[in-house]
Structure formats: C-alpha cells, structure tokens
C-alpha cells in the first residue's frame, strides 16, 4: 500500500490503494511507518510523497466519517511530514481532494502535472477541512479566495490552482522528477504552517463570507467552514488547528452529515448495471436527430465531451438553426470562460450536419430528439431501422413516453434503450437510462459509459409513464395543486418548499416549463381519466385565459415586471376551481404544504420500487436531487422520510390519502425505507 525507493539522495514514498488512492487508516498506518524510516535516514536531502496511478489522494476514504476515527488519524500524517528536517514534496498526479490536498498542504512544496485537480470539497459532503485545510489554505491564497474554495468545495483544475497559489508548479515532464528538482531548488523546510498570512481586509473578509454561506444556503457547514477560514486571521496556529478538528469531529456525526453521505454511496450505486461483466460499445460519432433546443443542448454536451457529432433535421433550413442554437451555446461557455477559442474551434470542427437521415450510418450512437409525440417517433425510428449501422446503440429522448411500443419499430431491439436528459440538456445532470422489456445489457452498459463520460449522473429505470423522476414529481405537482384548491396560495406553496430546501416552487417551475405543456397533456388523457377521481382545473383555467407562464409574461405569477411576482388577477381563477369543486378555502400552514407535498413523493416512489420501475429506493433519492432540486443536505425524500418518526410518517402520509380521496393508491412506504435507516 506505501512503497518507498530511493533516486539518489531523495527517498519517493508512493501511496498504492487502487482505485482512487483513497486516505484509508492503512494508508495512514503506512505513511507513519514510512516516514518514521526516512527520519532516521541521514543520507536523504528530501521527499517526494506520489500516488501511484492515476491519482494522487481522491479524498480521505468516506466510509470511516461514521465511525470512530482509528489512529493515526491524518494529522498526525501532516504533523509527522511537518517535523522532518528535510522537505517533502507532493507530486500531485490526478486528483488531490479532501484529505488529499490537506496532506499536500502539510508538505515543503506543491508540484502537480498539467492535468491535476486540486480543491477541499467537504462542504459538499455536509463536513468541514479537518486536517488543517482551513487553516493552511489561506497562508498560500490569502482569506478571500479561501473562503470561496473552502465553502464552495468546487475543484480547481491546475492552471487555475497555481495562479491561485494553490500548487508551486506545473510539471512540464517527468512529475516525479520535476520534484526532486523543486526541492533541489527549495534547499530546506518550507511549512505552509509557518507562513505568514497575507494581508486582509476585514471588512471585506466578511462581505465575502456572507456571499458565500448565502450561495450555499446558509447549510451549517458552509457555516463552519467560513467561520474556520476566519479564524486563521484571529488565532495562533495550533489553536486554530485544533479547534478547525474539534469542528470536524463533531460535524461529520450529524444527521446532516449523514445524509450527504449516503447520497454520496447512492450515486454510486445508481450508476452500476446489472450485469457488471457486459461491455459497452466503443462510441466515438454519435447522431443526433432534431436540432431544438433539446436536440441542441443534447449535441453541446457530447461535442463538450470530446465526441464527434452529426447533427439531422428534417430540412436544410431546420439544420442552420440547430447548428445555431449550438453556436450559441459554445458561444456562452466561451464568455463564462468553460472553453477557450481553440476549445470553440475543436467543438466547431467536430460537428457535421445533414438533412438526410442515411448520414447516421456512420454513428454508433444514435439519439433520436424529435416532437414529443410517439406515432412521429414510431415514424422516425422505422426510417432509422433502413439506414443505421446493424451495431448502432439506438436511444429515444423522451420524458413519458412507451419505450416498449417504440421498440417494436426498431430491427433488433436490444440495442434500444430511452436516455431521458433533462433541460437545459447541457446543464442539467441527471439521466435517466430507461431499459425496456428488449433492451440488452450491451446497450446499458454503452449508456452508463457514455453518462460518465458526459459527467451525467446516470440513474436506471425500467419503462414506466413518466419513469422515475416525472412520474415522482407529477404526484408532487397534483398535491401541490390539492393545497391551492383548498386554500393555499400558489407563492404560499413555493415558499414553503423553497424554504425547505428545494431549488425552485412547483409552480415557479411550472410558469418557467411553460403551463401549456402539462395543458396539452391532460387534454391528451382526458378522455381516459376516471371522473370519480380528484382533478384540480385551475391550470386549465389559467391556460384558456391565455396565461402560459413566463414566455407569456403570466401563469401562476406575473412576470410584468421582468420577474415572477404574485398577481391578485389568478385568484379569480383558484376561486372559481373551488366554487365548481364544492370546496371551502381554509387556512393552510407551511407545516402541512411540506408534509402533503413531501410524503405525496415519497407514497409514489413506494410504488415504483414495488413496480421494479425504481431499482432500489436510494435510486429515487439521486433522480430527486439531480433532477429536481430536491435538497442533498436531506439525502433526498426516501432518506428524509426514513428518518421520521413512524407515527408521524403514517399521520402525513393518512393526511395525502385523504387529500387524493378517490383513486389514491397507497404504496408501502415502510419497505420503501427498511433499508435506509
């Protein structure tokens, strides 16, 4: 696990933990060891400290943040590279997260290759730096950039790091030899520890802190980690230090805490296929069939992922404005400085466009993204099934519709999956890979590589109306309508989810979606709907008065003003809903909009784990969080309900039951969360 060898006068400790070199207690148990020896080395001028592989230190290995801590704990690591007479070196190669860049701040000097990313990212796991990053950080940056990198938890990559101060140096060659260079050059102890801070205002100091808490919503972490930075300003060192640990140790057994790791483990469990040992094809030309927005932003991501694409509409007058809509995204990745011009001219060159459908021949992926109305993709993939490759993955983009009907159309099923991307398709991280009753496991397998590869959190569904993450919140959407009818305000609601966590009101993303989407919908179901079940008409009334959200300047709100603003016009409409549905307004609370709205949630995602629609409850909890901005600080609705109380659970969940009345289906909401608590 710790290999250590010689190059001349300077020892080259190696940490060997595969995959990720994660900072494990053996690890750390090696390390010791290893510079206990060098301690006692006369001969040596100095350290170099690398990880084998890929990687330097991923992060400190997660699994032990809930347990006792075993000794050595890490900074008796930094302390140990700290006392050595001669100096030490951290060839970052990779990653050096978390814990990692915490052991690279406890050495003489920073040296990372080209590719390098460095950064604390323990704010986003509900934690605070505990191994001095918090204190050793701002001696090389100064207080205002820690503050951002420090509660932000964003990773930087490593040109920016250096100019930040962040790392010394950028390998131009051989890492490891490039270190031993640099400590050549150094000539002795360099402690981060001992450098001075540099000058701060401190006024500013505060205004920075009060922007970045807000941007992560005031979340205790965030929190400590600010208040941590500023300490550096305000105590000795080693007190600081160790009130930063006393922090950290009381902060990583919160419920909190516990909740950001379990969506930490659950993402990963999403993203495993069910057959491990199935091997994804090799895609390297993927089509795209519709240059609309979606179709537009679905191509933009694969262009930013290095994939060569070829864009099909229908017309050649369609395919200049998909290519435009293209444009215009690389142009805005250029202007927030996510790609430079030769990044602009790399993507440029590796799009190709067509008006003919045969120019998908060559594509080993090929994502259909047309109209959202299945007889027009039923057409479109029987035209596909006469032109692609025999070996061509072949997906539909939809967000509700039968993958298993569309299969029928498609020569050799098996390589026919859904990849449901969610708009902004190119910003948005969620995707949900949607396997119908043909689909092959090569065909998974290809759409889990390709979701990595994207930087997409890949979640697995079976075929389902909606499949998880739609069907989940249309349940979420029906009783946040319920509580308007009965006596809520549509802001009423929005504020209450808002203040719970989620990034957006249902009805402030309603007006964003545009209301005549979910019109269109229901006027398609209507004929089919049970008229002995609950409907709420306020949308529809607000449709037919012309009121189609934002792009109209109305809907839920009114957007007169540039901005959604409450508009005492809609109330007409809510009061006429109750009047034809015979209800009375009551005062509703803030406690009942989220616990109606919430366990609405959490009842429909018990039936979809009971459908196998769901693969696993924790599966739920991603889709919510990185499709729906449902808050990782709760670990997402299944962990927030396993961890009520079950009589309070069953009184919130009776409370939804009654509200649905006629056609409610309760689901086993117990099983849904045995597991997770």
Same mark, same amino acid.
């Given at each position: 696990?710790?290999?250590?060898?010689?190059?001349?006068?300077?020892?080259?400790?190696?940490?060997?933990?595969?995959?990720?070199?994660?900072?494990?207690?053996?690890?750390?148990?090696?390390?010791?060891?290893?510079?206990?020896?060098?301690?006692?080395?006369?001969?040596?001028?100095?350290?170099?400290?690398?990880?084998?592989?890929?990687?330097?230190?991923?992060?400190?290995?997660?699994?032990?943040?809930?347990?006792?801590?075993?000794?050595?704990?890490?900074?008796?690591?930094?302390?140990?590279?700290?006392?050595?007479? +001669?100096?030490?070196?951290?060839?970052?190669?990779?990653?050096?997260?978390?814990?990692?860049?915490?052991?690279?701040?406890?050495?003489?000097?920073?040296?990372?290759?080209?590719?390098?990313?460095?950064?604390?990212?323990?704010?986003?796991?509900?934690?605070?730096?505990?191994?001095?990053?918090?204190?050793?950080?701002?001696?090389?940056?100064?207080?205002?950039? *820690?503050?951002?990198?420090?509660?932000?938890?964003?990773?930087?990559?490593?040109?920016?790091?250096?100019?930040?101060?962040?790392?010394?140096?950028?390998?131009?060659?051989?890492?490891?030899?490039?270190?031993?260079?640099?400590?050549?050059?150094?000539?002795?102890?360099?402690?981060?520890?001992?450098?001075?801070?540099?000058?701060?205002?401190?006024?500013?100091?505060?205004?920075?802190?009060?922007?970045?808490?807000?941007?992560?919503?005031?979340?205790?972490?965030?929190?400590?980690?600010?208040?941590?930075?500023?300490?550096?300003?305000?105590?000795?060192?080693?007190?600081?230090?160790?009130?930063?640990?006393?922090?950290?140790?009381?902060?990583?057994?919160?419920?909190?805490?516990?909740?950001?790791?379990?969506?930490?483990?659950?993402?990963?469990?999403?993203?495993?296929?069910?057959?491990?040992?199935?091997?994804?094809?090799?895609?390297?030309?993927?089509?795209?069939?519709?240059?609309?927005?979606?179709?537009?932003?679905?191509?933009?991501?694969?262009?930013?992922?290095?994939?060569?694409?070829?864009?099909?509409?229908?017309?050649?007058?369609?395919?200049?404005?998909?290519?435009?809509?293209?444009?215009?995204?690389?142009?805005?990745?250029?202007?927030?400085?996510?790609?430079?011009?030769?990044?602009?001219?790399?993507?440029?060159?590796?799009?190709?466009?067509?008006?003919?459908?045969?120019?998908?021949?060559?594509?080993?992926?090929?994502?259909?993204?047309?109209?959202?109305?299945?007889?027009?993709?039923?057409?479109?993939?029987?035209?596909?099934?006469?032109?692609?490759?025999?070996?061509?993955?072949?997906?539909?983009?939809?967000?509700?519709?039968?993958?298993?009907?569309?299969?029928?159309?498609?020569?050799?099923?098996?390589?026919?999956?859904?990849?449901?991307?969610?708009?902004?398709?190119?910003?948005?991280?969620?995707?949900?890979?949607?396997?119908?009753?043909?689909?092959?496991?090569?065909?998974?397998?290809?759409?889990?590589?390709?979701?990595?590869?994207?930087?997409?959190?890949?979640?697995?569904?079976?075929?389902?109306?909606?499949?998880?993450?739609?069907?989940?919140?249309?349940?979420?959407?029906?009783?946040?309508?319920?509580?308007?009818?009965?006596?809520?305000?549509?802001?009423?609601?929005?504020?209450?989810?808002?203040?719970?966590?989620?990034?957006?009101?249902?009805?402030?993303?309603?007006?964003?979606?545009?209301?005549?989407?979910?019109?269109?919908?229901?006027? *398609?179901?209507?004929?089919?709907?049970?008229?002995?079940?609950?409907?709420?008409?306020?949308?529809?009334?607000?449709?037919?008065?012309?009121?189609?959200?934002?792009?109209?300047?109305?809907?839920?709100?009114?957007?007169?003003?540039?901005?959604?603003?409450?508009?005492?016009? +809609?109330?007409?409409?809510?009061?006429?809903?109750?009047?034809?549905?015979?209800?009375?307004?009551?005062?509703?609370?803030?406690?009942?909009?989220?616990?109606?709205?919430?366990?609405?949630?959490?009842?429909?995602?018990?039936?979809?784990?009971?459908?196998?629609?769901?693969?696993?409850?924790?599966?739920?909890?991603?889709?919510?969080?990185?499709?729906?901005?449902?808050?990782?600080?709760?670990?997402?609705?299944?962990?927030?309900?396993?961890?009520?109380?079950?009589?309070?659970?069953?009184?919130?969940?009776?409370?939804?039951?009654?509200?649905?009345?006629?056609?409610?289906?309760?689901?086993?909401?117990?099983?849904?969360?045995?597991?997770?608590?």
């Amino acid at each position: 696990m710790i290999d250590r060898r010689k190059i001349g006068t300077f020892a080259v400790v190696t940490i060997d933990n595969p995959p990720v070199n994660a900072g494990s207690h053996a690890v750390r148990q090696g390390l010791i060891a290893a510079f206990a020896e060098i301690a006692a080395d006369a001969s040596l001028a100095g350290v170099v400290l690398v990880g084998a592989g890929k990687t330097f230190i991923s992060g400190s290995d997660i699994r032990e943040f809930g347990k006792p801590l075993s000794d050595p704990q890490l900074p008796a690591v930094i302390e140990a590279i700290e006392n050595l007479a +001669i100096p030490v070196a951290a060839a970052i190669r990779g990653a050096a997260l978390g814990g990692g860049y915490e052991l690279s701040l406890g050495c003489d000097l920073r040296i990372a290759d080209s590719n390098a990313v460095v950064g604390l990212p323990e704010v986003g796991l509900g934690l605070v730096p505990g191994a001095g990053g918090t204190q050793r950080l701002p001696r090389l940056t100064g207080v205002p950039v *820690a503050l951002e990198l420090a509660v932000s938890a964003r990773r930087v990559k490593a040109p920016e790091a250096l100019s930040l101060g962040m790392i010394d140096a950028i390998s131009s060659g051989d890492l490891v030899e490039d270190a031993i260079a640099a400590l050549r050059a150094l000539g002795g102890k360099r402690r981060v520890a001992d450098m001075p801070l540099p000058p701060c205002d401190g006024e500013e100091a505060l205004r920075i802190r009060a922007e970045v808490v807000a941007r992560a919503k005031g979340r205790p972490a965030a929190v400590k980690a600010a208040d941590l930075v500023l300490m550096s300003a305000d105590k000795p060192f080693r007190q600081a230090l160790a009130e930063e640990r006393a922090v950290f140790q009381e902060i990583r057994v919160s419920p909190e805490a516990f909740a950001y790791r379990h969506a930490f483990f659950a993402e990963r469990d999403a993203a495993r296929p069910d057959n491990a040992d199935a091997a994804a094809a090799d895609v390297r030309v993927v089509a795209v069939i519709g240059g609309g927005t979606m179709g537009a932003g679905i191509a933009h991501s694969f262009l930013s992922a290095g994939y060569r694409v070829v864009l099909v509409e229908r017309d050649d007058e369609a395919l200049a404005a998909g290519a435009a809509r293209i444009a215009g995204l690389r142009t805005e990745d250029l202007a927030r400085g996510r790609l430079d011009e030769a990044g602009v001219a790399r993507q440029a060159a590796a799009l190709t466009g067509s008006a003919d459908l045969a120019d998908v021949v060559a594509a080993d992926l090929i994502i259909e993204a047309v109209f959202e109305d299945i007889t027009v993709k039923r057409e479109l993939l029987r035209r596909l099934g006469t032109v692609a490759s025999a070996d061509a993955v072949i997906a539909t983009n939809t967000s509700y519709l039968d993958i298993d009907a569309m299969a029928e159309d498609v020569p050799h099923p098996k390589r026919f999956l859904g990849l449901h991307f969610f708009a902004p398709a190119h910003v948005m991280k969620l995707l949900e890979i949607v396997k119908g009753a043909s689909t092959g496991d090569k065909a998974v397998a290809t759409a889990l590589a390709v979701a990595k590869r994207l930087g997409k959190q890949a979640v697995i569904a079976r075929n389902a109306y909606g499949f998880i993450g739609n069907r989940i919140y249309n349940a979420y959407r029906r009783h946040a309508e319920f509580l308007v009818q009965d006596g809520a305000t549509p802001q009423a609601v929005d504020r209450a989810m808002r203040n719970f966590g989620m990034a957006m009101g249902p009805f402030a993303v309603a007006d964003l979606s545009g209301l005549d989407i979910a019109w269109r919908m229901r006027k *398609a179901q209507a004929a089919t709907r049970d008229p002995a079940m609950r409907y709420v008409d306020i949308l529809d009334r607000l449709c037919e008065a012309g009121r189609l959200g934002r792009k109209a300047g109305a809907g839920y709100y009114t957007y007169a003003s540039g901005k959604a603003e409450p508009d005492p016009a +809609i109330e007409f409409h809510i009061e006429a809903s109750r009047t034809a549905a015979g209800i009375v307004a009551r005062p509703i609370g803030d406690d009942e909009i989220r616990a109606r709205c919430l366990c609405a949630m959490v009842n429909e995602g018990a039936l979809l784990l009971a459908e196998g629609v769901a693969r696993q409850a924790s599966d739920i909890d991603v889709a919510l969080i990185h499709g729906y901005g449902f808050p990782r600080w709760t670990g997402g609705p299944v962990w927030w309900a396993a961890h009520l109380n079950a009589a309070e659970r069953k009184a919130m969940l009776q409370r939804v039951a009654e509200a649905e009345g006629t056609g409610f289906k309760p689901g086993d909401v117990d099983s849904l969360v045995a597991g997770l608590t």
